[in-house]
């Protein structure tokens, strides 16, 4: 609840936005928080500001905790300290259009097809180059400068790793490469965005999907590509091997569908 911070556990309509003439055009959910892109309601627009609320653990949430008008500094204590139970505005130099959150870290797309992180960078789950950086939190939005001569268009959060997907149909990963999650060959993790080359290839991608320790995508031909952690069977692909290229859902029972999204 936004006023007592207890567990709610039936769905009940959040007045915040609605009091202040706005509308959500996305949410996301981390572990411990969330994000939201929001616009005003007399506007039409594909794009808007970003606020965030919950745990501010680690950066998460994307703004400093003395923040003069994020935080009531007159009435703060060590709980309002750590959590933020009503929504914030994070300070982004672009609108924005899409939003995902892993687990203690958030990515935003702008309009112009930018990619923004902020967060623990932890395995360098943000994709921003560390040498820059004196804290292994970031806790202001960043620019993923490596891409930033592409255009993003979706962007996804595993517990420990990063996917985007550009008007290109090509797929970037980057940050903990446990299980394969990663999709480059082998367990390697990587620092900054690196292209898929499985999927670069032969397919064009128009959607992709992060698990906790999963990944897939799905070709402009309707087809179904997983990879990551195999345990319970959660890839479909007939056993419980981890995977650490991109395979082709192919069993019996779709092998003559096409997946939409």
Known sequence: DEETGEIINQPKKYEYFFKNNQKILEVACGDNHIATVVINKSENGEAGDVYTWGLSLFGRLGYLEGDEDNNNKKNQTKKTYEYKLTPHLVRIPEQISRIACGFDFTAAISVTGKLYTWGTNTNNYLGIDSSYLNSPFVTTPMLVRTLSQKEIIQVVCGSKHMMCLTSEGLVYSWGSGE?????????????????????KMSYEIVFIAAGMFSSAAISSTGQLFTWGRGKYGVLGIGSEESVCIPTLVSNDKIKNEQIFY
Do not use: F, R
């Open 179 to 199: 299980n394969g999650v990663l999709g480059h060959g082998s367990m390697s993790s990587y620092d900054k965005p690196e292209v898929i080359k499985e999927l």
